[in-house]
C-alpha cells in the first residue's frame, strides 16, 4: 500500500469515527429524552391525526348531554338544583340509557335545600317555609334517584387533603408485578356531596390530564393511583357500568413493579402506556354526538329523542363558555372535557386504539442508527452529495414506515428523531468533510504552488478551471534550463548532498519561473521545463519568460557564492526558450495523466537549450521569441543553428539583458558594433574587418556583460552560421527513383 492510499484509508477511519461518535452521542440524547425531543416526537403524532382524523360514526353508542348556553338560559344559571337534576336523571334513566356519567363535581351540599336556606341569615325572617318541609334535602332526593339509575359520579384530583375517602366502587384485578404502583399519582380527590357517592354504581375521575397539565390533550389516563388506591376514570367507569362487569383487569409486566400493558373491560382490551394512559385517536368535533340538556327537560318523551338515548352510554357536561371546561386536541380544536372521554369511548367500541410500545422505541432508535451507518458508509465512499441521495432515500423509506403503521396499525412511530437526527449527523459530517477537504485543499495548493504561480492558482479558483484528459491548441513560450558542470559536481559530493544541493538550487530556480507567472512541466534530472500561457492566458509570455532566464542566471549567481557552494567548483546554467504552437493539457491516460504541452515548439526549445554550448553563451531564444520582446529586451543575433530533427536551421538570439540594460549608452555601442561584425562576417569581401571587430566587441561586452566575452571568442569558428547564402547538400528521390544532388539554400529570418 502507498503512502498516499495508506493516508486516504486514515481518513476515512478518522471519519467513520466521528461519524460513529456522533450516532453514540444521538443515541445517548434518545435516551435521556429531553424537552425539545419529546415535544418535536408528540407534534409529528398530531400532524399524522391532522392529515387522517378518525371518522365519526353516529351509531356508536355515546352522546354527551351538554349543559349549553340555551339549557343555562331556560333553567338558570350553574348550579341547577339537585331536584333538577334528579328530574334529569329520570328522564334519561326513563329513554333508557345504558349508563349516566356526571363529568361535573358534585363537593358541596345543594345550597337550594330548605333546610340549608333556612339556616342562611341573609335569609332569616324572609322565607316561610311549612314544617314538614322544613327538612326536606335536595342531596337526598337526588341521591335517591340516583340510586335508581346507572349513574357515575365524578370527582376530580386536588392537592389539599380535605373531604371523605374516595375508594373505587369497581374492583381492581391486578396481573403482574403490582402494575398499578406505577399509575400516574392523584394526591387526593375532590369528596362527593353525601349521600350520592354511595348512592351512585360508579366513581370515576374527571381529569383528562394530571394535576396541573396544561396544553394539547394526546393521551388520558384510564386508571389512576390515589392514595386509597386504583381508580378509573370517568369514560371507563362508565363503559364498565354499561357492560355490567363487576371488575377492571389490569395487566402488568411479570417481572418489573409498576408497569401497565393493557386494561381490559368486560371484552374490550386497551392496550396502555406503562403507567396506565391511552392514546386518543381524535375526530373532528361533531355537533351530531351532542344532545342539549334542555331538550331532554322539555321533552322526555320525545321518540327522537329517546332513540338517541336509549342502549347508550349518556355523558353529562357541559360546553358553556362561563363553566371554563375547554381543552385542546391535536387536531387543533378545543373541545369540552366530555368529548374527550366520549371520544375514548368510541375508539374503545370501534378498537381503533392508538399504540406506542418500548419496541417502537427501540425501532426508532435503531432507524436512527441504521439512518447514520449510511450516511456514514456512503459520505466517506462517494461524497456529500451521494450520501445526501442515500440519505434522502433511506428517510423517505422510514417515512413511509411511519405513516403505514399509523394508517395499517395505528401504531405511532415517531421519525422526527431518526430524521433529524440523521440531518444533525449528516450536516456534521458534511462541516467536518468541508473543513477535512479545505485542509487538503491547501496542501494541494501548495503542493501545486510549486508548480503554478500563485496567482495562477487565484485565477484558476475564481475561474472554475476543471482538469480533464484532452487538450487545446495555444501559443506557448516554452523554457528548457539544464545545469552545465553537474558531472564533476556529482563526482565530488555524496549522493545525499548532491540531491540537497539541487532541491536548493531548484528551490530557487522554480521561485524565479513562478515570480513571472511560468508553469513548471517537470524536472528532468538535472534539467528543468517550464512554460508560459497555460493553464491561463498570460499577457508577454515570450517576455517573461526571458525575465525569467535573466532572474535564474542571478538567482544562479547567488547561489554559487553561498555557503553550500563554499570550495566546490561553481556551476553554470544553459536556458533555451521558443514561442510557438503546441498542444496543452492532460495528456496520459483515464486515471492518470500529467498537465503539460505536446509539440515542435517543445522540440525547438530543447534543441536551442543544447546548441548553448555551440554558440558559447548561458541563454539563447528562439526568433520567435525575438519577434515578440525585442524592444523590451537586449539581445543580440547570434546566427543558425542546425536543430536535430529539423531540415532547416533555426535562427537563435544570445539574451543579454533586460530593457533597463537595452537603453544603456555601452549596449547601444556594442549593438552597433555588433551589426557592423555580423554584416563583415556576411560579406566575403570584408573578412580582414572581422578580426578587428570582433576584438571591438570583446572589449565593449567587459562593460556591458562579461559572459559575452566567450561568445565573441567562439564567434571566429562560427561564421558559417551567419552567412545565409551557404550551400547544403540535401538528397531527395526524383521521380524516376534515382537519387540526385540538389543544392538547396538557406534561408535567412
Not at 346 to 361: H, N, P
Not at 439 to 463: G, N, T, W
Request: proline letters at 5%; hydrophobic letters at 45%; one cysteine or more.
Amino acid at each position: 500500500m502507498t503512502v498516499k492510499s495508506k493516508e486516504k484509508t486514515s481518513r476515512r477511519r478518522a471519519f467513520r469515527l466521528v461519524g460513529l461518535g456522533l450516532i453514540l452521542l444521538g443515541c445517548f440524547i434518545r435516551v435521556l429524552d429531553p424537552y425539545p425531543v419529546r415535544m418535536t416526537r408528540l407534534i409529528y403524532f398530531d400532524i399524522l391525526q391532522r392529515i387522517s382524523p378518525r371518522e365519526y360514526n353516529p351509531d356508536l353508542p355515546v352522546r354527551v348531554l351538554d349543559i349549553d348556553e340555551q339549557s343555562l338560559a331556560n333553567w338558570g344559571q350553574w348550579p341547577w338544583p339537585r331536584t333538577l337534576l334528579a328530574q334529569m336523571v329520570q328522564n334519561l334513566g326513563e329513554n333508557g340509557a345504558a349508563a349516566i356519567a356526571f363529568d361535573m363535581l358534585f363537593v358541596e351540599p345543594d345550597r337550594y335545600s330548605p333546610a340549608r336556606l333556612l339556616n342562611d341569615p341573609a335569609l332569616d325572617g324572609v322565607l316561610t317555609v311549612e314544617r314538614h318541609a322544613q327538612k326536606v334535602d335536595y342531596d337526598v332526593l337526588f341521591g335517591l334517584e340516583v340510586a335508581h339509575w346507572p349513574v357515575v359520579m365524578g370527582t376530580a384530583a386536588r392537592h389539599a387533603s380535605e373531604g371523605s375517602r374516595m375508594t373505587a366502587k369497581a374492583g381492581i384485578i391486578e396481573i403482574g408485578e403490582s402494575p398499578t404502583s406505577g399509575l400516574i399519582s392523584v394526591p387526593h380527590w375532590t369528596p362527593i356531596a353525601s349521600p350520592l357517592g354511595r348512592s351512585a354504581a360508579g366513581i370515576g375521575g374527571v381529569n383528562v390530564s394530571p394535576l396541573g397539565g396544561t396544553g394539547v390533550i394526546r393521551s388520558v389516563p384510564v386508571l389512576w393511583g390515589g392514595p386509597e388506591g386504583a381508580l378509573p376514570s370517568l369514560g371507563i367507569e362508565a363503559l364498565r357500568i354499561a357492560l355490567d362487569a363487576p371488575y377492571i383487569l389490569v395487566e402488568g409486566s411479570s417481572d418489573e413493579a409498576g408497569i401497565v400493558l393493557a386494561v381490559e373491560i368486560g371484552d374490550f382490551r386497551l392496550p396502555t402506556t406503562e403507567n396506565g394512559e391511552v392514546w386518543v385517536r381524535y375526530r373532528r368535533d361533531q355537533p351530531d354526538l351532542y344532545l342539549s340538556a334542555d331538550a331532554i327537560m322539555q321533552n322526555p318523551n320525545d321518540p327522537d329523542l329517546r332513540s338517541e338515548i336509549e342502549g347508550r352510554i349518556i355523558l353529562v357536561g357541559t360546553s358553556a363558555a362561563g363553566l371554563f371546561d375547554m381543552h385542546q386536541t391535536s387536531l387543533g380544536e378545543s373541545v369540552p372535557g366530555v368529548s374527550i372521554h366520549a371520544q375514548i369511548l368510541e375508539q374503545i367500541l370501534t378498537g381503533e386504539m392508538l399504540s406506542r410500545s418500548d419496541v417502537t422505541a427501540a425501532l426508532e432508535l435503531l432507524s436512527f442508527v441504521l439512518l447514520g451507518l449510511i450516511v456514514i458508509a456512503v459520505m466517506s465512499s462517494f461524497g456529500a452529495v451521494t450520501s445526501f441521495v442515500a440519505g434522502g432515500v433511506a428517510a423517505a423509506v422510514v417515512l413511509g414506515t411511519s405513516w403505514l403503521a399509523f394508517q395499517n396499525q395505528l401504531v405511532l412511530f415517531d421519525v422526527t428523531f431518526p430524521l433529524m437526527g440523521g440531518m444533525a449527523n449528516f450536516g456534521l459530517l458534511a462541516g467536518y468533510l468541508f473543513i477535512s477537504t479545505e485542509r487538503e485543499k491547501r496542501e494541494i495548493r501548495q503542493v501545486f504552488s510549486h508548480y503554478v504561480a500563485p496567482e495562477i492558482l487565484d485565477e484558476m479558483e475564481l475561474s472554475g478551471h476543471r482538469l480533464q484528459l484532452g487538450g487545446e491548441t495555444q501559443e506557448i513560450t516554452v523554457m528548457f534550463s539544464d545545469i552545465r558542470g553537474f558531472t564533476p559536481l556529482s563526482e565530488s559530493v555524496s549522493a545525499t548532498d548532491l540531491v540537497t544541493l539541487l532541491n536548493e538550487l531548484f528551490s530557487q530556480l522554480g521561485d524565479q519561473i513562478l515570480h513571472e507567472r511560468g508553469t513548471i512541466d517537470k524536472f528532468i534530472g538535472d534539467a528543468v521545463m517550464a512554460f508560459w500561457n497555460a493553464p491561463l492566458p498570460v499577457e508577454d509570455h515570450p517576455c517573461r519568460a526571458a525575465h525569467a532566464a535573466l532572474r535564474m542566471r542571478a538567482a544562479l549567481t547567488e547561489f554559487n557564492e553561498s555557503e553550500a557552494m563554499r570550495d566546490r567548483q561553481p556551476i553554470a546554467l544553459a536556458t533555451g526558450c521558443a514561442t510557438g504552437w503546441a498542444c496543452v493539457g492532460n495528456i496520459g491516460s483515464r486515471s492518470r495523466f500529467n498537465y503539460t504541452v505536446i509539440g515542435d515548439v517543445v522540440n525547438v526549445a530543447a534543441r536551442i537549450e543544447q546548441n548553448c554550448r555551440h554558440v558559447d553563451y548561458d541563454i539563447l531564444v528562439s526568433a520567435s521569441v525575438n519577434n515578440a520582446a525585442r524592444f523590451d529586451l537586449a539581445m543580440l543575433e547570434a546566427g543558425f543553428v542546425d536543430l536535430k530533427g529539423k531540415s532547416d536551421p533555426e535562427p537563435v538570439f544570445v539574451l543579454v539583458g533586460d530593457k533597463s540594460l537595452a537603453e544603456t549608452e555601452g549596449f547601444q555601442t556594442l549593438q552597433t558594433a555588433h551589426e557592423h561584425l555580423i554584416a563583415a562576417i556576411r560579406d566575403r569581401n570584408a573578412q580582414d574587418e572581422v578580426s578587428e571587430l570582433c576584438a571591438e566587441c570583446t572589449a565593449l561586452s567587459e562593460i556591458v556583460e562579461p559572459g559575452l566575452k566567450r561568445f565573441y571568442r567562439a564567434l571566429p569558428g562560427r561564421m558559417a552560421d551567419f552567412r545565409s547564402d551557404a550551400q547544403t547538400t540535401r538528397v531527395e528521390f526524383s521521380h524516376r527513383g534515382t537519387l540526385r544532388k540538389v543544392a538547396g539554400i538557406r534561408a535567412t529570418s
